[in-house]
């Protein structure tokens, strides 16, 4: 009876890793790439694994989003070979990382750049950083106190699991906290659907949604601290940087690359990866 | 072996594997407690649970993190009451018509359409709270938002009425006849019958339904992330923005790293829930014992 138990377990121990392999036609065997993070980063990173994909049918790349905080947890708990972040590693991220022997490489893949858009009847058409340090701080509550007309200033803002939240309170925040009455939506195209709606309105969105929600919402010029003039954000202005609120882009991998992960970040720095960055609405970054 | 030895053996090792499927609820709950005293435990120590009680919660900053648990104990409750006020009326009435007044055709038609209702994925009525209630309560109100406490409340409603119908309704079928028909015989129309003899009956039933349903209300994740804002901020007014514990618990457990202090302090509050629920349940189950209505 024990034997019969123990044969039984065996075969379907066998079957389930048969399965594993997928479909086994190819000779080759299928390799695996996953990657994770960034939210702001899953269009433009599922539109790279599309590509890449056609022309390596032996690779098997999976993306998942979540934020960059989920991406760079995973990476240090070694659930994911690349982890994609719309953000550097916190000092906090990196001694955790040390703590368990993973050695963070950071890769540059595009540039994005982070818009804000407002209702499209606001008379405001660009706001000073420190204008958007003072709102999102709460210290300013109402338009007419940054020249626009008397309507209370409706906050929206994206979830703390999200990279770009972390960008906005490290760079345009300089550091200090949320107005706890800003709203947490959970996603870019819940905060663009409530912008669109809602008058008095403002929320930070990346410069891809922007372009899509084209004329729903209304994009503001951002004037720099030692700025004479506000810089309206297009894809010059945040390569060069001269429009303040833009960012990098990272892969973060642990150590050197391994091959198949090698070939998926060659690519995306390739012309062809870097047209994609283009076409997704990021910033390529050579 | 002689057969009756192997029949002994054969016997105790049913009794053996059924004992264990009866029990395996009992042992789930256990390892979940388990479970969550052990990720949420080294926060006693350091920062120490003094940190929970703060009425700040702000876990993502380069100042000072906060856990104060205040904003969202209070976001919680806020909506579940909200809801409750909504939903206890209505259930309530709604559990009297099907119970005594209904034909049998209309209970017919009615029971199903209300264990529909119970079975709509929550995540279906945030996007209906979403595109039709929000901007509902934003024109009904002249908000400049319809994200709002109310709103999340009014989902809640709907979640829990389905609960609480059904549960009142069999506490007030289960009241005997040997009541109704004394009231009747004295002369009691059928309406003073209802409201003076077969709802005092079925009170302590009706109480134990309004409790499960708000331990259904304050567990419920997807709907109030969707609809509420989640601002953590201490208020009382509906028509503000609240974070609820378990939107808390959904929104930043995926990205807080592992093991650190904010991961702790979310299972601090997946305790907080797990007690409060916890306690609803039994006293709910100790009113319907006490009042012999427990099936």
Avoid at chain 1, 34 to 59: C, N, P, Q, R
Avoid at chain 1, 178 to 206: E, H, K, N, P
Avoid at chain 2, 25 to 54: D, H, N, Q, R, T
Avoid at chain 2, 181 to 205: D, M
Wanted: glycine share 8%; hydrophobic share 50%; net charge neutral.
């Amino acid at each position: 009876m024990k034997k019969v138990a123990l044969t039984l377990g065996l075969l379907l121990a066998a079957a389930i890793t048969g399965c594993d392999s997928g479909p086994s036609q190819q000779s080759a065997p299928v390799q695996t790439l996953s990657i994770k993070g960034s939210d702001t980063m899953v269009h433009l990173v599922s539109s790279w694994t599309e590509e890449f994909m056609k022309a390596h049918a032996d690779i098997d790349v999976s993306v998942t989003g979540g934020g960059s905080g989920t991406g760079i947890a995973s990476l240090i708990n070694g659930t994911t070979d690349i982890c994609a972040a719309s953000r550097g590693m916190k000092e906090k991220e990196q001694n955790m990382a040390k703590e368990r022997n993973i050695s963070p490489v950071e890769i540059s893949v595009a540039r994005d750049g982070i818009v804000m858009v407002v209702h499209p009847e606001n008379p405001v058409n660009s706001l000073t950083i420190d204008q958007l340090r003072l709102i999102y701080t709460g210290k300013v509550t109402n338009w007419k106190e940054v020249g626009g007309s008397d309507t209370p200033i409706l906050l929206l803002s994206r979830e703390s699991s999200s990279g770009t939240f972390v960008f906005f309170q490290e760079h345009v925040l300089n550091k200090e906290d949320f107005s706890s009455s800003a709203r947490l939506l959970a996603g870019t195209s819940a905060l663009v659907q409530s912008v669109a709606a809602d008058r008095g309105a403002i929320a930070y969105v990346g410069l891809g949604f922007a372009a899509e929600a084209k004329t729903s919402v209304k994009t503001l010029g951002v004037q720099g601290a030692d700025q004479p003039n506000p810089v309206l954000p297009t894809e010059e202005t945040v390569r060069s940087g001269a429009y303040a609120v833009s960012r990098p882009l990272f892969f973060y991998t642990n150590g050197t690359p391994t091959k198949t992960a090698q070939q998926f970040i060659d690519f995306c720095l390739s012309p062809a990866g870097q047209q994609i960055v283009r076409e997704t609405g990021y910033v390529p970054v050579s | 072996m002689s057969r009756s030895r192997r029949l002994f053996i054969t016997d105790k090792a049913m009794r053996l594997l059924l004992v264990s499927a009866a029990s395996t609820s009992v042992l789930v709950v256990c390892l979940i407690f388990l479970f969550l005293f052990k990720e949420a435990g080294p926060f006693a120590l350091s920062p120490g649970l003094g940190k929970l009680l703060g009425s700040q919660w702000i876990p993502v900053s380069f100042q000072e993190e906060h856990f104060g648990v205040g904003p969202l104990l209070s976001g919680s409750a806020l909506v579940t009451a909200l809801a409750m006020l909504v939903t206890v009326p209505i259930s309530v009435l709604a559990a009297i018509y099907i119970a005594e007044i209904a034909r049998p055709a209309e209970r017919e038609v009615l029971k199903p359409f209300i264990e529909i209702l119970a079975s709509i994925p929550s995540v279906v009525l945030g996007f209906f709270g979403l595109l039709v209630v929000a901007p509902l309560i934003k024109t009904l109100f002249g908000l400049n938002t319809g994200l709002t406490a109310l709103t999340g409340a009014l989902l809640l409603s709907l979640m829990a009425i389905p609960t609480i119908i059904s549960l009142s309704e069999d506490a007030l079928v289960s009241v005997p006849y040997a009541l109704k028909n004394a009231s009747l015989a004295l002369g009691a129309s059928h309406l003073q019958t209802i409201f003076r003899v077969t709802l005092p009956a079925a009170l302590p039933g009706i109480v134990a339904a309004v409790m499960l349903g708000i331990g259904r209300v304050i567990g419920e994740t997807m709907a109030v992330l969707m609809v509420t804002g989640n601002s953590a901020i201490l208020t009382a007014s509906p028509l503000a923005s609240v974070r609820t514990m378990t939107a808390t618990i959904a929104a930043e457990m995926g990205e807080v790293p592992f093991g650190s202090v904010h991961y702790q302090a979310l299972f601090w509050i997946g305790i907080i829930l797990l007690v409060i629920t916890f306690f609803l349940n039994i006293i709910a189950q100790r009113v319907l014992k006490k009042y012999g209505m427990m099936k």
